[in-house]
């Protein structure tokens, strides 16, 4: 299904970027379209609504978006998905009155997917889901047109809310797709319907929800129940549920490619040179030698960078340029993403690395490798600062304390640490290697900054927090805060 000019007689003529007229969001969803609108994105969030958008009242435990739909229309969306009009917007503003609105999101994410001829690729795993996801897009964006999820846009309203956005002219279409529950990606992938599904790999997360990494694996493995026919699932060869994986996959007539290490793997990394500043590869993709650079410093991204190199080339796509499109990938903020702080000496500042939006014992370890690559400045010291780790299960505490060898090899000199949980690793730290523990990211917030001195490396990751639950954030913010603070003479 294509947009329907003829729909919006009487308005503006349709412009070539848009992806909903009034007429087709209508007949998709059911609903009934009031005016003659066509938008150019699809918003849920008021605040950030533009000029041509669809704005989507959508409706939670805690919030009802039916309360900003006029502020929306004010701001110059073309029209709001509602599933009733709002006492405060006119009788005669442009909207699409459906029963449900996230429903009828669901509706236009089905229908965008349908009517696009692009090869799709899904991306999940227990960690990487989002890097992989920003490589693809980069990497695909060498090659022709790309949509992607924004942040981390991988759940229930995430998924539809990207789909629902793509252009029927999209060459590749890069979905997160995330879950902590079992049965939360079955519908997501059947909505996405890939053509490759990668899972980065399995590890010990959302453990909270799950009684064993097996049940992990087998939720995760719900991604193959979306694949096309003849797709492909690209999977991670070193990784002990491997087999586990293939044989679910075959179950469901899935092809299987992987990569890693792996003398049998279809993308297969030869060799690594690993740098503080990122890493020189060497690997055999689909029989083909390639060679690139990253210039984003882990082991973990480069494993992750086979994977991406694998799906394009079983896209059709070229794999050599799209190896050398990835030399411009940066980590993106709270995962890994590196900033120089001036504070007094500007031939010696000071390296933030903020991993603050998540976290889980196999990323904390994959972080303080990358830590331990980076040589901090004259007189400085590599310090981590460790928030909670979140949905762990039983063994919470443990896996908590386990990260203290971890660190040693590391050679972090200083640890602090925020919330409940991770006092158990602060106590198994030697007293030389405690710095300060808080359960409040707020009051670590104000110790932090007043430690550190030029030349300093500071690595900032826990757990992303909300309500009562430590925000490693904060600490972000008031370490980005310090050159101002300095300035001022504070």
Not at 17 to 23: E, Q, V
Request: hydrophobic content about 45%; some cysteine; aromatic content about 4%.
């Amino acid at each position: 299904m294509t947009p329907n000019p003829k729909a919006a007689t009487g308005s503006a003529p349709v412009s070539s970027d848009t992806i909903w007229t009034a007429h087709d969001a209508a007949q998709v969803t059911g609903g009934k379209a009031h005016g003659a609108w066509h938008a150019r994105a699809i918003s849920i969030d008021s605040r950030t609504v533009a000029k041509g958008d669809l704005f989507v009242a959508l409706q939670g435990d805690n919030m009802d978006g039916h309360r900003f739909v006029a502020e929306a229309l004010a701001k110059g969306a073309a029209a709001a998905m509602v599933s009733h009009r709002p006492d405060d917007v006119d009788d005669h503003a442009p909207l699409l009155v459906v029963e449900d609105t996230l429903r009828g999101l669901e509706d236009l994410a089905r229908a965008a997917r349908a009517r696009c001829g692009g090869r799709m690729i899904a991306v999940t795993g227990s960690v990487g889901k989002t890097g992989t996801k920003e490589m693809l897009a980069l990497a695909c964006g060498a090659l022709g047109q790309v949509h992607a999820s924004k942040a981390s846009y991988n759940n229930h309203w995430g998924v539809p809310y990207t789909l629902a956005q793509m252009h029927a002219g999209t060459d590749y279409g890069i979905f997160e797709i995330g879950m902590n529950h079992a049965g939360e990606i079955t519908p997501l992938t059947q909505m996405v319907r890939p053509h490759i599904a990668i899972i980065t790999t399995i590890a010990a997360v959302h453990m909270e929800h799950f009684e064993s990494e097996a049940a992990i694996a087998a939720a995760k493995a719900e991604i193959f129940s979306g694949i096309v026919p003849g797709g492909v699932a690209v999977l991670n060869a070193d990784n002990p549920w491997f087999e586990t994986l293939r044989h679910e996959a075959a179950a469901k007539g899935v092809s299987v490619k992987s990569f890693g290490e792996s003398a049998q793997a279809d993308a297969r990394l030869a060799d690594v040179i690993e740098a503080a500043n990122g890493s020189r590869v060497k690997a055999v993709i689909l029989g083909q030698e390639i060679s690139f650079t990253l210039a984003v410093a882990g082991r973990h991204h480069v494993q992750n960078a086979l994977a991406v190199l694998l799906a394009i080339g079983l896209a059709g796509g070229d794999i050599a340029l799209a190896a050398k499109a990835l030399a411009r990938w940066d980590a993106v903020g709270g995962r890994g993403k590196r900033e120089l702080i001036t504070i007094g000496d500007k031939d010696n500042p000071v390296t933030l690395i903020d991993e603050s939006y998540n976290a889980s014992p196999v990323a904390m370890r994959a972080a303080f490798k990358v830590l331990a690559l980076i040589d901090p400045g004259r007189g400085g010291r590599r310090i981590a600062v460790l928030g909670d780790m979140y949905e762990l299960g039983n063994d919470a505490a443990k896996m908590h304390e386990d990260l203290a060898l971890p660190l040693q090899a590391a050679d972090v000199q200083l640890v602090y640490t925020c919330g409940p949980l991770m006092k158990s690793l602060y106590n198994k730290l030697p007293p030389e290697q405690r710095g300060a523990h808080s359960d409040d990211s707020v009051e670590l917030a104000k110790i932090v900054p007043d430690v550190l001195v030029p030349g300093d490396v500071v690595m900032v990751k826990g757990s992303r927090g909300g309500g009562e639950k430590p925000r490693m954030q904060v600490i972000v913010e008031a370490l980005r805060a310090l050159p101002e603070r300095w300035r001022d003479g504070k």
